[in-house]
């Protein structure tokens, strides 16, 4: 019996990757923090290095955070009068990953780490100074933060446009592989929606009825949840309408945490097809933790499995690092499931993690 359930599950992942319409992935996201890949053209290439040495063949780099643009961008120069991170002065990090990365043959994603979360503490908090109504609000009447993180009204159409304008201004002027969203984008805490803008919305839309005062409210989870869907769609067209070759992925939350949270719909995505495939956050400490949530992953994902990718935490910026056992068991049960790959939240930790990626 035991030979039978390993042939059919070794059978069932040879046909999941055999169909992945995007093949198979080796990730990993990049970003600044724990980090200094990115503060010099010498450290891009010796990360590149590190990658190409792993196997890596996907690069997610943090495009967007804390405020900040990875590259000098005319919108938010115009906007605010900061074209970039401060901490790069004059140079375009960005554009020295593409093209160290692609020296190596390896893909390049601009990752919209933040989304509509425009600060963390205190960066990026002179968006909102200027521009108040960008701010999402709550029942209570402030500004929406959570976990550190303060909010940008994802439902106002102004909002939207300039995320919008931000995405596709990097599709217009790189030669990207591909753009992808976050558990931020499109997403925005359920707390939120509270504002003038979206109370007139939903009132315009249910006899002048305001919005439910209970935020986890299931009418108006989803009421809320089908205006960033459209967000969504409506990047991912204007993308592909400017790059019909462009990958669009997203790193949602698990499901239906995501939902409930962050508003975010991502089975929904998958199936109208707005998202060319999606990383989950499958973030857990323990290997039998991490089948669970798999196992739940691919239920939801229901037919399009083949367009589901696995985000595996290897470490954090407070120090955690997952053991190379741990990290061998879950890419072994991502096998095992028949997933195409996995990206691997994030560089900082891989650099330390050298005896488990070499062999990798």
């Known amino acids: 019996m035991r030979f039978f359930l390993i042939l059919f599950f070794t059978t069932l992942a040879f046909s ?15 970003t600044a923090a724990g980090t200094d890949a990115l503060d010099s053209r010498e450290n891009i290439q010796k990360a590149v290095a590190n990658c190409k040495e792993a196997g890596i063949n996907n690069i997610y780099v943090a495009t967007w955070n804390r405020g900040y643009t990875l590259y000098p961008s005319a919108i938010m120069m115009e ?20 093209e160290e990365a692609h020296a190596e043959k390896i893909k390049v994603h601009a990752w919209f780490e933040y989304g509509f979360a425009c600060a963390y503490g205190d960066s ?21 933060q959570k976990n550190g993180f303060t909010w940008m009204n994802a439902f ?5 446009n300039f995320m919008k304008s931000l995405v596709l201004e990097v599709v217009q002027k790189y030669d990207l592989d591909g753009i992808q969203g976050d558990d931020r984008m499109p997403a925005v805490p359920s707390t939120a929606g509270y504002d003038l803008y979206t109370v ?9 009825l305001a919005p439910p005062s209970n935020h986890l409210d299931s009418s108006w989870i989803q009421w809320r949840a089908k205006r960033l869907n459209a967000f969504g769609k409506d990047l991912y067209q204007s993308a592909k309408a400017l790059k019909p070759n462009l990958l669009v992925s997203m790193a949602p939350s ?18 109208e097809g707005y998202v060319d495939y999606v990383i989950v956050q499958l973030y857990r400490y323990k290997l039998d933790e991490y089948e669970k949530i798999l196992q739940e992953t691919l239920q939801h994902a229901g037919d399009k499995k083949d367009r589901v ?9 407070g120090g955690y690092l997952a053991t190379p056992e741990l990290l061998k068991g879950m890419v072994a049960l991502n096998r095992k499931y028949g997933l195409p790959g996995e990206v691997f939240f994030y560089y900082g930790g891989m650099e330390k993690q050298g005896k488990f990626f070499k062999r990798y």
């Open 254 to 271: 698990i499901y239906p945490w995501s939902l409930q949270e962050y508003l975010q719909d991502w089975p929904t995505w998958l199936h």
């Open 309 to 317: 990718y696995a985000g595996v935490l290897s470490s954090l910026g």
């Open 200 to 208: 007139n919305a939903y009132k315009k839309e249910h006899d002048g």
């Open 124 to 144: 990026g908090s002179y968006l909102l100074k200027k521009y108040p109504y960008y701010a999402a609000i709550g029942a209570d009447g402030k500004q929406v």
């Open 156 to 160: 106002h159409p102004l909002v939207q």
């Open 16 to 30: 999941l990757q055999a169909q992945a319409p995007y093949g198979e992935i080796r990730g990993v996201w990049l």
């Open 79 to 98: 906007r605010f009068g900061i074209a970039l991170d401060p901490k790069y002065g004059k140079r375009d990090p960005l554009k020295e990953l593409i």
